[in-house]
């Protein structure tokens, strides 16, 4: 110790900050400013939902309690869940969490209802009971926006599923309805029975990626461009494939999640990992980041509704928010998935 200077601290004082040590941020996240409108909901959200299909699924209430705070320290403000996630753990867990931390008013809350096998599809009688149900286990008095999803029920005239809708709007249960499962032509129908009174569909939810376009390219596109639809697509990773994880089938489980991403291990899946890994190389961001901001790059996308199992995978998410792909770029990953 000879020759060294040694700095004394008085009891009870901080030790003086090192000038090369990292500064400290305070107050909100810088994602808090970052909003987009949600149609013509008069909501604003952040552009990347934060989906809740792992919660109660593969991963607990605490892991999920970790995920949901992660993405509201970057400034998230949108949450998506369903009443057949789990068979309705996924809304409990996500009530917990909203009751716990005490920022219900904070939170968009959207719900797709239809699936639980309690009460499924859209009839007048199980869509009343559905909601009330995921009122209960969310712990709250409304819902955000109610998405229908038409896929559960191939029965129920949409005339039906409107005018039950419009009773749970009218009561405060609901603030604002939104489309799953729907045709062009269900969408086209909505819309005439909108202008005759009923609520109108603000948002529509559809399987949607660089990978996946079949459902939504061609006449539902164009019908939900032309309504102004706030398109949420869902499956922005294509279950998990396009975080680049996953490159060949050594270790996948035999489970439907494994299923799924055996699917995409082909020669047009792996020319897309390739060209998403060049732009990955390039911008320094991780490869789930350049599949979000692909999406957010078509023009009719509001904001993907992405599932995370880790607070890891909400900081690689929420990165592609802030990454602008250029003309090359999005050249580049049409040659791989043609």
């Known amino acids: 110790m000879t020759g060294e200077r040694v700095t004394q601290v008085a009891p009870g004082t901080a030790p003086a900050v090192h000038p090369s040590s990292p500064i400290p941020v305070h107050g909100p996240p810088v994602g808090s400013q970052v909003r987009v409108a949600l149609g013509e909901t008069g909501m604003r959200i952040f552009p990347l939902i934060l989906g809740g299909a792992e919660f109660g699924w593969t991963i607990d209430l605490a892991a999920s309690h970790a995920v949901l705070d992660a993405y509201r320290q970057r400034g998230g403000n949108a949450v998506h869940t369903a009443d057949g996630y789990s068979s309705g753990r996924s809304e409990h867990i996500i009530g917990r969490w909203l009751a716990s931390r005490g920022i219900r ?114 006449d539902l596109r164009l019908i939900a461009g032309a309504q102004g639809l706030a398109v949420t697509p869902s499956q922005a990773l294509e279950h998990g494939f396009l975080t680049g994880a996953h490159r060949d089938r050594t270790g996948l489980s035999a489970t439907v999640r494994g299923s799924q991403l055996a699917a995409r291990m082909n020669r047009r899946g792996t020319r897309v990992l390739k060209a998403l890994d060049r732009i990955t190389d390039e911008l320094s961001v991780p490869t789930a980041a350049v599949a979000v901001a692909w999406l957010l790059a078509q023009r009719i996308v509001t904001a993907p509704i992405v599932n995370a199992s880790l607070p890891g995978h909400v900081d690689q998410l929420a990165q592609g928010v802030g990454v602008k792909l250029g003309r090359s770029h999005l050249a580049d990953i049409a040659r791989a998935v043609e």
């Open 105 to 218: 008013d904070d939170i968009v809350l959207t719900v797709r209802i239809g699936g639980h096998p309690d009460n499924p599809g859209l009839g007048s009688v199980n869509l009343v009971r559905s909601v009330e149900a995921s009122l209960r286990r969310l712990g709250t008095d409304r819902i955000d926006v109610l998405y229908l999803d038409a896929a559960t029920d191939g029965t129920t005239a949409i005339e039906d599923t409107l005018a039950t809708a419009e009773w749970l709007v009218d009561s405060g249960k609901v603030r604002a309805l939104a489309a799953s499962g729907y045709t062009a032509m269900q969408l086209v129908e909505a819309r005439i029975l909108s202008s005759a009174g009923y609520p109108r569909l603000t948002a529509l939810d559809v399987p949607y990626n660089l990978l996946h376009r079949s459902d939504f390219d061609g």
